[in-house]
């Protein structure tokens, strides 16, 4: 049962580091976006006045553009594994459920048992005090 529930925990501080990990990239995506605008816009300023910079531009918004997709793909796998850890947890919630039940189907039969026995026990010191 402590191995479960030790199970159980480390799934669950995985979990918990998935999702901070993902709202930490969501929060990194959404100052990229935000820089690519800005970067967009001076690129469109500048584009007016200088046509011999473009390159170096280009290359910056391109690398920026590149950012925001990667940032993107691994906030969707850390979201998928997320997700499938969840899953794995609930499972093996399911899981420890089944095993208490059982548990304490388990330890109903014994403290029956024990019970029996304590009276086969007192039937038998009474038949031999009786036979004495």
């Known amino acids: 049962m402590n191995k479960y529930h030790g199970e159980l925990t480390q799934r669950e501080q995985e979990l918990l580091k998935v999702r901070r990990d993902s709202d930490t990239k969501a929060a990194e995506l959404v100052k990229m976006e935000k820089m ?3 970067t967009k816009s001076l690129l469109d300023k500048k584009t007016e006045s ?9 290359n910056m ?3 920026l553009e590149e950012k925001v997709r990667s940032s993107r793909r691994y906030r969707r796998n850390s979201l998928h594994h997320t997700q499938m850890l969840e899953s794995q947890m ?3 919630k399911g899981e420890l459920v089944g095993t208490l039940d059982h548990l304490q189907q388990l330890r109903n039969v014994l403290r029956r048992s024990q019970q029996k026995a304590e ?3 007192a039937a038998m010191e009474r038949l031999a005090a009786g036979l004495r």
């Open 90 to 92: 609930k499972t093996v």
């Open 36 to 38: 690519l605008e800005q």
């Open 119 to 121: 009276e086969r026990t």
């Open 50 to 58: 200088t046509s011999g910079r473009m390159g170096y531009q280009e």
């Open 61 to 63: 918004v391109e690398d």
